[in-house]
């Protein structure tokens, strides 16, 4: 079958964005730990966030589905189940490696696995600090999955974080809930902070400065509504397309506009592009719209700093 592709004059609109998967991911994660229901509304239906949602499931989640309307009820003080069957992530690294740190430190032996893909991933960079923690893994390789998670009391830490990664970072604090003492993290801290926001979100005492994250172990959440905001990642094709060609407007509303995922934005603004963006809401995160213009660009350096919050638009970024 042939396919043209014809070039439009103009793009112009208010294109509704998918849901924001890390969002999506930690709205299951966060919930099933938590005391009760959370409601989450617009959740993304992509692979990756089944995957999180089927893994939960084995270890005695109940989550259902009405509408655009997800329910999770929480394990609270009841803890995981010891699942019966592997559990499979997926091609999904970060329902792997998030989970890795929830259960190191929950009593519970599990295995997981991945696609052919997540197989190949590293792992041990996640393990190492959960370990220094007590936790207890079987690495593939020593450093891939399949991987095999055995139940251990698990003690604060203070860790060095040598990478700007959010997925190591996670892990870290999610198995401090568990862990006995405060576990504080220093070093590479500042890529995105989808958790520290979702742990206050769910009554969680979290201290974050621009130097370190503290958290003491032992604190329980109360579930909280999530609404899911539109991917910003995704939102950045409209961006790009209606910067670029002449006599475009779009706008978009229910953005996610965390700081920590809107270096694309400040790139682009900074080449000289006509976007304005407006918070409308702040809990658990900074949510509103964006209205761009057709503008001619000039060229700019990206520093090193601003990677993270625009790691996914790189590419984009070049066209």
Request: glycine share 10%; hydrophobic share 40%; charged share 25%.
């Amino acid at each position: 079958m042939v396919k043209t592709v014809v070039p439009v004059e103009r793009v112009e609109g208010s294109p509704k964005i998918p849901g924001d998967k890390s969002i999506s991911h930690r709205s299951l994660i966060f919930g099933a730990i938590a005391e009760g229901v959370t409601e989450v509304i617009d959740i993304l239906e992509s692979e990756d966030v089944q995957s999180t949602a089927a893994c939960l499931r084995k270890l005695g989640v109940e989550i259902t589905k009405q509408g655009s309307r997800t329910f999770v009820k929480g394990r609270g003080g009841l803890g995981f189940s010891h699942p019966t069957e592997i559990l499979d992530c997926g091609n999904s690294g970060t329902t792997i490696r998030l989970l890795m740190g929830l259960l190191c430190g929950m009593g519970v032996d599990a295995e997981m696995t991945g696609d052919a893909s997540l197989v190949k991933r590293p792992m041990k960079r996640v393990a190492e600090p959960l370990r220094q923690m007590g936790a207890k893994f079987e690495l593939s390789g020593e450093n891939f999955a399949p991987l095999k998670i055995c139940g251990a009391r698990l003690k604060a830490i203070r860790y060095d974080l040598k990478i700007a990664s959010a997925q190591i970072k996670s892990a870290i604090l999610l198995a401090a809930l568990s862990a006995e003492g405060e576990t504080e993290i220093v070093g590479e801290i500042h890529s995105r902070d989808h958790t520290e926001r979702f742990l206050r979100h769910f009554g969680v005492a979290i201290d974050v400065t621009a130097t370190a994250i503290k958290l003491k172990g032992g604190q329980s959440l109360k579930a909280k509504p999530v609404h899911v905001p539109g991917d910003p990642s995704t939102a950045a094709f409209w961006l790009a397309a209606a910067t670029l060609v002449p006599g475009s407007h779009v706008h978009m509303e229910n953005i996610a506009l965390n700081p920590t995922r809107i270096g694309f934005v400040r790139v682009l603004q900074r080449m000289g592009a006509d976007i304005t963006i407006e918070v409308t809401s702040e809990s658990p995160e900074p949510v509103g719209r964006i209205v761009v213009r057709s503008a001619r660009l000039k060229g700019t350096k990206v520093t090193e700093a601003e990677v993270p919050s625009l790691i996914d638009e790189l590419p984009l970024l070049a066209v």
